[in-house]
């Protein structure tokens, strides 16, 4: 088993800047593959970044060129750096774990953007 714990959410004016955490623990498997997710109200839930144990980072177009996803492999961290906010980029969002067999989500943050 995999325990997601996300945090860093809060509320911002537009323009601004915030960074998500994902603290994983438990079975980790070193080939892997960590995500982001968001769900706006009244939405279906969209991906927004993914990054895999070693590999490139891949983004949504929504999101490419302001905000950047790190790991940090030694403490099983995911990183969301998440800037020039824009009112759109209101929505809970939700750290993603997939490894061979399965996925495994955190339990959301609530990011909210004021214009």
């Known amino acids: 088993q995999v325990q997601l714990v996300a945090s860093g959410g809060g509320l911002v004016q537009a323009g601004g800047s915030l960074r998500l955490s994902c603290a994983a623990s438990?079975?980790?498997?070193?080939?892997?593959?960590m995500g982001w997710y968001r769900q706006a109200a009244g939405k279906q839930r969209e991906w927004v970044a993914r990054?895999?144990?070693?590999?490139?980072?891949d983004y949504a177009d929504s999101v490419k060129g302001r905000f950047t996803i790190s790991r940090d492999n030694a403490n099983n961290t995911l990183f969301l750096q998440m800037n020039s906010l824009k009112p759109e980029d209101t929505a809970v969002y939700y750290c993603?774990?997939?490894?061979?067999?399965?996925?495994?989500w955190g339990q959301g943050t609530q990011v909210t953007v004021s214009s």
């Open positions: 438990g079975s980790i498997f070193r080939i892997n593959s």
């Open positions: 993603q774990y997939t490894n061979p067999w399965r996925d495994y």
């Open positions: 990054i895999k144990n070693g590999g490139s980072p």
